[in-house]
């Protein structure tokens, strides 16, 4: 080799060693001034760091420039100031950008876009003098009736495993850190504060964890949210088995842990099984609470003090606290300054709307609409200039401004007719009366094209949720039943014009067997954020060419669903339990397995363009394996195609679903590229997690690979043997 080489391949491999020097220097020095700090601290002063003293700040300790640490909601957007009265302040400054909420940003199948995702947010929240954002949420989507699946991500662990990482790098690189939430289990609002969650080792390890131990491991998360509900009988904020042997022991999770809000029950548990900041009990203290009253409050000084605590586990709480106020320079050094609403942050939630909607259905290539030979356009629906962002709970949004659909069609409509009509009213006894249908039939006969905005919605304000909430906090759907009567606004829309296209907005799967049959096009739109109206605009009017994947299943009808089906949901409401029993058998994992057919098949998502797969080879060395294979634009357009890869056991000691997806890659293709793509299988592609020996197993055996463009459209397979 030429000495340039040698000589460069020597101070590269010197500068990283002394890269490494200067990291693990810097971690000695931080955790050398950490020790030191809290050598200085009394112990009244560890105690009032692991509470809040506020709705969503805990203790610092001025005397020693320890600052509190301030946190904010929520996953998609910096959320509206509270008093401590628990009330929305109105006259704070506190709007920002409303970013589509964690479905969309799923559905984009986009690691890189979710960093972008998690910077805005991580820049939104310094610029609001927050240290702590409370997302990602992440809760598995075990049932479509979930009232906050719009907020979490997928049915598919391996999928939220991916998606979660940019996310929390994006806004750890801003200097603020990230909350994944809520561990663990915490996959329906229906008693959500009391519930009992039992379920197998297997589903825990396969299906419930993998998105938090990335979270930790692979994203270094700072810090992590505990769920209200128990788990295997002990509350999940002072679960010894959770936090204190998975999480922070097997998993090596150096940040903190803190309560839901009010989801400390105990304060010995608290104590012992991991909680390190409680938050929220001041809830149960209004109207004026007292914060020392805490169960981690001054309890904690006199049990120090009398001996039943000892005070070297009060001191790894502080030092947990600590290290992440180190981690977001808010001890030594200043947190990042951030802005809001910038036009690079608008761009960012317009491309994650752009990606995340999904064309469901496009008969005969009725979409995308041509403008040139369209006249008039009927919108219907209230969801088509509803603002949403105020909904659905904790995770409300003063959206700085929100692009309704009706709004986008109109930006984008030129000179085309646009007729209005509202269709029906958000009421929970119904809301499409015989006048307003009457006025959309009117609407649609005198437009070329209809376009019904419908679907789910978010609760209105966090008060009054309730009364009219379907995608919200605290409360679940009843069923999967289109509300507010749009079933038969859409039937009587569709007699009237049938060239009309279907919007669906809301967190996840709506029954649409009355009408799906008559609709030529179909899009899931979910919550899309702030430019929501213009991405559905310019993907219907062929701007953007779509490239969504469903990140959970649709079922035609709620029985059908593996939740319903094998159960149990929501469990025994009255003694507080429900079990897993749909155990590692979730989403697509349930409905291939036992062979049921669903409306539309998790990762399924259409384009304006095609997409041919050619030659695929598998090559194998020891417990790897790659897939390499030929994608080809065989149509017109430009367009992305994201391809999931799928692994099947065909021989296993215990059972195992049909497919799991263990790979994907969205390819950008212009019309007649072809691109060779590889991707990686390591060992967690063919493993399991056998709870008879209660480790992951690796069986030697053949596996079958499988290429699709949905998991129920495999384009290429082959087999390895392992
Ligand atoms: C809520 C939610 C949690 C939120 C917290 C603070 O009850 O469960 O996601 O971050 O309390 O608002």
Known sequence: ??????????????????????????????SAMINELISKMTLEEKVHMIHASSSFTSGGVPRLGIPELVTSDGPHGVRPEHGRDWNLDNNSLDSGSYLPTGVCLAATWNPQLGYAYGSVLGSEAAFRGKNVILGPGINIIRSPLN??????????????????????????????????????????????????????????????????????????????????????????????????????????????????????????????????????????????????????GDTVVALVKSGRFPEYLLDEKVRRILYVMYKTNMINGKPLKGEYNTKAHQQTAAKVAEEGIVLLKNQNNFLPLDRSKIKSIAVIGYNAERKQSMGGGSSQIRAFYEVTPLAGIRNMAGNIKVNYAQGYDIKRDGGAN??????????????????????WTHGFRYDVWKDNAFDAEDIDKVDMQMPFGQNELLKAVMKANPKTVVVLMGGGAIDMTQWIDQAPAILQAWYAGMEGGNAMAKI????????????????????????????????????????????????????????????????????????????????????????????????KTAGAETVQLYVHQDKSALPRPEKELKGFNKVSLNPGEEKTISIEMDEDAFRYFSDVTNQWVMEPGSFQVLLGSSSRDIRLSGKINL
Request: glycine share 8%; net charge positive.
């Open 434 to 455: 015989d006048a307003m249908i009457a006025e959309a039939v009117e609407a649609a006969k005198k437009s070329d094209v209809v376009i019904m905005v419908g679907g």
């Open 540 to 635: 219907i009017f062929g701007q953007i060419n779509p490239s969504g994947k469903l990140p959970m299943s649709f079922p035609k009808k709620l029985e059908d669903h593996g939740s319903q089906k094998l159960g149990e949901y929501p469990g025994d409401t009255t003694h507080l339990s429900v079990h897993y029993m749909d155990d590692i058998y979730v989403g697509y994992r349930y409905y291939d397995t036992y062979k049921v057919e669903p409306q539309f098949a998790f990762g399924h998502g259409l384009s304006y363009t095609t997409f041919a797969y050619s030659n695929l080879r598998l090559t194998t060395s020891g417990k790897r394996a790659t897939a390499t294979f030929t994608i080809k634009n065989t149509g």
């Open 1 to 30: 080799m030429k000495r340039s080489v040698w000589l460069a391949l020597a101070f590269s491999v010197a500068s990283m060693a002394a890269a490494k020097q200067v990291m693990a220097q810097t971690k000695k020095d931080t």
């Open 147 to 296: 009232g906050r699946n719009f907020e979490y991500q997928s049915e598919d662990p391996f999928l939220v495993s991916k998606m979660v990482v940019g996310y929390i790098k994006g806004v750890q690189d801003q200097g603020i850190s990230a909350c994944v939430k809520h561990y663990a289990a915490n996959n329906q609002e229906t008693k959500r504060f009391t519930i009992n969650v039992q379920m197998s080792e297997r589903a825990l390890r396969e299906i419930y964890l993998p998105g938090f131990k990335a979270a930790v491991q692979v994203a270094g998360v700072n810090t992590l949210m505990s769920s209200y509900n128990k788990f295997r009988g002990q509350w999940a904020s002072q679960n010894n088995y959770l936090l204190n042997q998975i999480l922070k022991k097997e998993w090596g999770f150096k940040g903190l842990v803190m309560s839901d809000w009010d989801a400390v029950h105990n304060t010995m548990e608290a104590l012992w099984n991991g909680m390190d900041l409680e938050m929220g009990t001041d809830l149960h203290m209004l109207p004026n609470p007292d914060y020392s009253k805490f169960f981690l």
